[in-house]
């Protein structure tokens, strides 16, 4: 079945270290996104790629690195720059300008 | 950059009745797309609707449709006969069409179904 998955569904985190997500897309879509969700301030986008080996800043991308080296593939590090990284993260693919597809999100925590 | 904003933070609505969210958004542009999506409580974001908005016929699905009023840049959602089944997170969100490839969310609406 095409979608996209995303890996884990929990993450614990510990003070001072890097983790990272991982989204993984069957559709062949181009773009890929990621959001963070927090209670009350729906979803902000933190990074998105348009094609393999590029990718942009989103509106709070800081604390936060990214990598498209497939098409396929679009994993997100939360460095421990981000000063407060625990949220709920969704990861989106589309093609063209038209609906995006949501994996099914990561609940990360730090611990 | 273009905002999207949903003033209601939280709606109610009777089993059977029918309910209208609210959406708003700032742009420039004029060739855009728009998005009503659903979070029910496993927190799968579902496509509910979608509007293109060189098109001034308002988008239906069953029975979902929207308002979409593009010189008040006010696209609200309209969910008729509403069923337990509707509760959730809702969602409105703005695409261009030509500039940056990004989608814009808003803060959403938390309905609750009264049985």
């Known amino acids: 079945d095409g979608g996209i998955t995303q890996s884990p569904k929990y993450l614990f985190r510990k003070e001072g270290q890097n983790v990272t997500l991982s989204c993984e897309q069957n559709?062949?879509?181009?773009?890929m996104y990621w959001y963070r969700q927090d209670p009350g301030q729906g979803l902000r986008l933190i990074y998105y790629?348009?094609?393999?080996?590029?990718?942009q800043k989103g509106d709070i991308a800081e604390g936060y690195s990214v990598s498209r080296e497939k098409k396929e593939s679009f994993p997100l590090t939360v460095t421990s720059a981000q000063k407060n990284p625990t949220a709920f993260y969704l990861c989106?693919?589309?093609?063209?300008?038209?609906?995006?597809?949501f994996g099914q999100g990561t609940r990360l925590t730090v611990v | 950059a273009q905002t999207v904003t949903q003033s209601q933070p939280e709606m109610s609505v009777q089993e059977a009745e029918t309910v209208t969210l609210s959406c708003t958004y700032d742009?420039?542009?004029?060739?855009?797309?728009l998005f009503w999506y659903k979070q029910p409580p496993s927190r799968q974001m579902i496509l509910v609707i979608r509007?293109?908005?060189?098109?001034?016929q308002n988008a239906t699905e069953n029975r979902f449709s929207v308002n979409f009023q593009k010189a008040a840049k006010s696209f609200s959602l309209k969910i008729s006969d509403s069923q337990l089944g509707d509760a959730a997170m809702y969602f409105c969100?703005?695409?261009?069409?030509?500039?940056?490839?990004?989608?814009?969310f808003g803060a959403g609406t938390r309905l609750t179904v009264k049985p």
């Open positions: 742009t420039s542009e004029s060739d855009y797309y």
């Open positions: 509007q293109e908005a060189y098109k001034q």
């Open positions: 989106a693919s589309s093609s063209g300008r038209d609906k995006a597809f």
């Open positions: 559709l062949n879509h181009d773009a």
């Open positions: 790629s348009q094609i393999v080996n590029d990718f």
């Open positions: 969100a703005y695409r261009s069409r030509w500039g940056n490839n990004d989608m814009r």
